[in-house]
């Protein structure tokens, strides 16, 4: 099953062409990854799935992204669009919680918008945080403000928040990016715990990182999908040349 | 060579030395305000006790004992001050967040230098706008009896303070970093959702701070609320009813008690009191600022029962309708007077006879050079101690005590009231210099109260240059007197310019200071460029006083239009002029404009 069907896809920044005609399946329930070197369209292409590009006005969009029977790309009420998101959860580059709410709040904002009561938001909050790897270490002060948290935990706290919503699909771009190796392990076991619960859409640029974590994988070159498919299949066994001469440089001799 | 390097270091010794003089000038002001202020307030405590004063009812300078009760005013300003801020503050803040977050681009890109030249009209003209027309309907329509009302007072102070709070939170706005915005929106958060929990929260701190700089300026407001309060000396008890907050007090008094008769000493210590307010203002906001930065502990959000979509819906439009409110407002005060201005402007109304001790029939012309002396002289002054003050703040000053000291004063001063300021340059330059009322009083006082300005603008100026053009020059071996000379002072020149357009600008259109210390009707000098120690005539004088006591001789209203166009033209281009600077400046050192 797919949880995303997407065809023919293309976005315009004003006049420049950033995706040129994407058809590409999301498994459900899977970790798809997604590479590509920097400005191939990777972000792009997670904010179709988010619908955040409705939210750059002099953005454009062509072709269909299919969610449960919708063509989302046609929303275009405000109704239509956070109903969407609240389904689709998304985790940024940089760790971004809200550095003026505490740890709780942080993981709870999602669900106030939904305008649950507090005794469900309770339980859902321990949930989401035990789901995010990060309720051992922040247990004890969870009314401490956010900020002061490390920025692999902010990414994580960022994750549960993500979570707490309950959401059918974790878009992740390029969420390691800003931190270290041993938060950036921490990041991926996590995914790879939520493995079979949700659907998850991963970039990055890190080879090994999609190799590690990916069921399957999509590689961009300039706005175009050169060739998606699991992930072993795809490093070992390229079918496209240049995604075997990207994968050779970047993995290394 | 030798004897070069040893020169130019003496240069340098000297330059630093001159700006740290410069900066404890700043000090000095300020203890001079709170020095005059004091020494004069204490004064009245002879002849009424505190209590007396500050609860007292009946204000009768004259009778023996004098009666010095200033309760009546006290409440006035509060009540005044509330009205302006209740109506102000929403509408800015919904007027900011539109423009910062929902307006189109193009829209936003007019609107926020229009807003800025708005800021510019003098007081004296939101004055004559509101006797002429929201008086009279208030007086018609809503059955206040003079028409001249608490109401009237804080509608006019309301749309004075709108440019400046939208401003500032405008600023604070766009400044919320956008990754959480794209948290908020990611998480399904509606537009309005956005704003209540992301972008207000996010911005809170400068929101505070455009909150208290409004309020600041409705308490020590004066002219226009001289005119249009009534100056009936009891206590509102509707806000139809007329009142008289101590700005007006002050205004009114100060220029009929004799100098050193109990009365005269009251004054100081309303001032005394209306400076009490403004720092507990100060220190309230400060306060809140502080509590606010921290995380609130598992605050309960109530998501409200009305559809998040629907209520996202309500709220863009009701910060839509801010925004034509105050659009609607401030054009429709512009216009007025532009209308009006246009069809009482002609030759001889500017250039015709003046006959003196006659405002109505007098040309403007004695107004206007007098409107340019007072410019050009104050902000000579201010320029001579601001922008020493600020390069020593921005390259020459550690982290000292002194430094310190010298920041709290600048932040003191822009924080007091323009007539406190009248009270302090009445006292030391009219009197104890004995200068009397004269060009060179009025300009010292007008700069004293522009040195924050100078020096906040020249500050941010020097600060912003980039720091790579003064290693580069330190590299090559130039002492600091040529990093001065040759990086600093060109680098930051259209800042410091717009810094000095903006207080030549409130020279000209702050009318309370100058009534107490430069300006008389008749008697005044021919070129007041030369006769600086005579008194003179200047444009938001003789609108005030026109306003004020003349609006029954026919014609005067016409007079009053056509010295309310020229101020209005004079002051809209310095600050026309002060934008393009800033602006040149801000792409110069490459900011986002
Ligand atoms: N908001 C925008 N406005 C205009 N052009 C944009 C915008 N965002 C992206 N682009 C352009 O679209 C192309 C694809 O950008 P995108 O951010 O999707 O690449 P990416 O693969 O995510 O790169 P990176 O690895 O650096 O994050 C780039 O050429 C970029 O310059
Ligand atoms: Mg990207």
Redesign the interface.
């Known amino acids: 099953m797919a949880a995303f069907k997407v065809r023919d896809l293309h976005v315009y920044y004003g006049d420049k062409e950033a995706l040129k005609g994407i058809t590409l399946d999301i498994p459900e329930k899977k970790i798809t990854t997604i590479i590509g070197p920097s400005g191939c369209g990777k972000s792009t292409f997670i904010r179709c799935l988010n619908l955040m590009i409705k939210e750059i006005p002099y953005a454009r969009t062509e072709g269909v992204v299919e969610f449960d029977g919708d063509n989302i790309l046609e929303y275009e009420s405000e109704e239509e669009i956070i109903e969407h998101r609240r389904r689709v959860a998304t985790v940024f580059q940089h760790p971004n919680p809200f550095p003026w709410m505490s740890i709780y709040d942080n993981v709870a904002y999602g669900l106030r918008l939904m305008g649950m009561d507090e005794d469900e938001i309770e339980d859902r909050v321990y949930e989401a945080l035990e789901k995010a790897a990060l309720l051992d270490e922040v247990e004890d002060r969870l009314d401490d403000p956010a900020s002061a948290l490390s920025g692999g935990q902010q990414q994580r706290l960022c994750i549960a928040r993500a979570l707490a919503v309950d959401p059918d699909v974790l878009l992740m771009d390029e969420p390691t990016s800003d931190l270290d190796p041993i938060a950036t392990r921490k990041i991926e076991e996590t995914v790879l715990e939520l493995r079979g619960e949700v659907t998850i859409v991963f970039v990055t640029h890190i080879l090994p990182q999609a190799y590690r974590i990916g069921d399957y994988t999509a590689f961009f070159l300039k706005g175009e999908l050169v060739e998606a498919n699991e992930t072993k299949e795809l490093f070992n066994n390229p079918q496209d040349e240049r995604t075997r001469e990207y994968i050779e440089v970047e993995f290394g001799p | 060579m030798k004897e070069l390097v040893r020169e130019q270091a003496q240069t340098t010794r000297r330059m630093i030395t001159s700006l740290t003089v410069a900066a404890a000038l700043s000090i000095a002001a300020v203890v001079g305000i709170y020095f005059f202020l004091t020494l004069n307030g204490v004064k009245a405590l002879q002849f009424n006790s505190l209590g007396q004063i500050l609860l007292g009812t009946s204000w009768d300078p004259e009778s023996t004992p004098p009666k010095l009760g200033l309760l009546p005013m006290i409440i006035s300003t509060l009540y005044v001050t509330a009205i302006a801020v209740a109506i102000a503050f929403p509408v800015s803040l919904l007027c900011a967040t539109y423009l910062a977050e929902f307006a ?1 681009t193009f829209l936003r890109r007019t609107l926020r230098p229009a807003i800025d030249m708005l800021a510019g009209i003098p007081s004296v003209v939101y004055g004559l706008f509101g006797i002429l027309t929201l008086v009279p309907f208030a007086r018609y329509y809503l059955g206040a009896p003079s028409g001249y009302s608490v109401l009237v007072a804080g509608i006019i102070v309301a749309i004075m303070i709108l440019p400046y709070m939208t401003s500032v939170m405008m600023e604070a706005i766009r400044s919320v ?1 956008r ?2 915005v ?10 309005w ?1 956005v704003v209540r ?2 972008l207000w ?2 911005a ?1 701190s400068g929101i505070a701070a455009g909150g208290m700089l409004g309020t600041l300026r409705a308490l020590g407001e004066t002219v226009a609320v001289a005119l249009v309060a009534g100056g009936a000396l009891m206590i509102p008890h509707s806000p139809l009813d007329p009142c008289r907050p101590l700005s007006a007090h002050i205004l009114l008094q100060a220029t009929v008690l004799p100098v050193g008769s109990p009365g005269y000493y009251a004054l100081y210590f309303a001032g005394l009191v209306l400076m009490l307010m403004v720092t507990a203002v100060i220190v309230i906001t400060y306060w809140y600022r502080e509590r606010a ?9 109530k ?2 029962r009305v559809n ?2 629907l209520a ?2 309500l709220m863009t439009g009701l910060m839509i309708a801010a925004g034509v409110i105050a659009a609607a407002a401030l054009v429709g005060i512009t216009g007025y007077i532009f209308v009006n201005g246009i069809g009482a402007l002609s030759w001889d109304a500017l250039f015709g006879p003046v006959s003196i001790g006659d405002p109505v029939h007098s040309s403007l012309y004695p107004a206007l050079l007098g409107t340019l002396a007072l410019m050009f002289y104050s902000t000579v002054f201010a320029v001579l101690v601001g922008v020493p003050t600020a390069l020593y703040l921005a390259h020459f000053a550690g982290e000292s005590r002194f430094t310190r000291a010298v920041r709290f004063a600048i932040d003191t001063l822009a924080g007091v009231p323009s007539i406190v300021y009248g009270l302090f340059g009445a006292t030391l330059f009219v009197v104890y210099m004995k200068m009397g009322y004269s060009v060179l009083a009025g300009a010292l006082t007008l700069a004293t109260m522009n040195l924050p300005v100078v020096v906040r603008t020249a500050e941010e100026a020097f600060r912003s240059v980039p720091r790579e053009y003064i290693e580069a020059a330190r590299g090559v071996g130039a002492s600091w007197y040529h990093v001065v000379k040759d990086v600093l002072l060109p680098m930051a020149k259209p800042g410091i310019t717009a810094g000095i357009t903006l207080s030549m600008c409130r020279a000209a259109e702050e009318a309370a200071p100058i009534i107490l210390t430069a300006v008389m009707i008749g008697l005044v000098s021919s070129n007041p460029f030369v006769h600086v120690l005579q008194p003179t005539d200047a444009l938001a004088f003789r609108i005030y006083l026109i306003a004020k006591e003349y609006l029954m001789v026919p014609e005067a209203k016409q007079k009053a239009f056509a010295a309310a166009l020229v101020l209005i033209l004079v002051t809209l281009s310095l600050n026309f002029l002060a934008i393009y600077m800033r602006d040149k400046f801000e792409r110069r050192v490459g900011r986002r404009v």
Do not use: D
């Open positions: 189109p970093p990754e959480y794209e948290a908020a929106l990611g998480m399904g958060a509606t537009r959702q929990t992301v929260p996010a809170l930065g921290k995380p609130k502990v598992r605050r309960k959000v998501a409200g998040p979509v996202s819906k």
